[in-house]
């Protein structure tokens, strides 16, 4: 069983930035994949970016150039830095880790961008 606990959402104005957090309760060595996806109001939710390993990372073509996932070993924990946030970036993000063939999902973050 994993557990993936989000943090770090919030309101920002169109051109800001925001770092999402995603702390795992087991080490992130025993994860086959982790990621990060959202899912706006009436829309599906979408993969934004995963991570395999650090040589092996795919982001959304939306996304691409402003937002960077990385992880931190240490603390079990993934990051989504998104710079440059525009207002259809707007979504509940959702932090995804695939384990023993297993999906386990976070609860979710709000991220709304308006000015």
């Known amino acids: 069983q994993v557990q993936l606990v989000e943090s770090g959402g919030g309101l920002v104005q169109p051109g800001g930035s925001l770092r999402l957090s995603c702390t795992a309760s087991?080490?992130?060595?025993?994860?086959?994949?982790m990621g990060w996806y959202r899912q706006a109001p009436g829309k599906q939710r979408e993969l934004v970016a995963n991570?395999?390993?650090?040589?092996?990372?795919n982001y959304a073509s939306s996304v691409k150039g402003r937002f960077t996932i990385s992880r931190d070993n240490t603390k079990n924990t993934l990051y989504l830095q998104m710079n440059s946030l525009k207002p259809e970036d707007t979504a509940v993000y959702y932090c995804?880790?695939?384990?023993?063939?297993?999906?386990?999902w976070g609860q979710g973050t709000q991220v709304t961008v308006s000015s």
């Open positions: 995804s880790a695939i384990r023993g063939g297993k999906y386990y």
């Open positions: 087991v080490s992130i060595f025993s994860i086959n994949a």
């Open positions: 991570m395999i390993s650090s040589d092996s990372i």
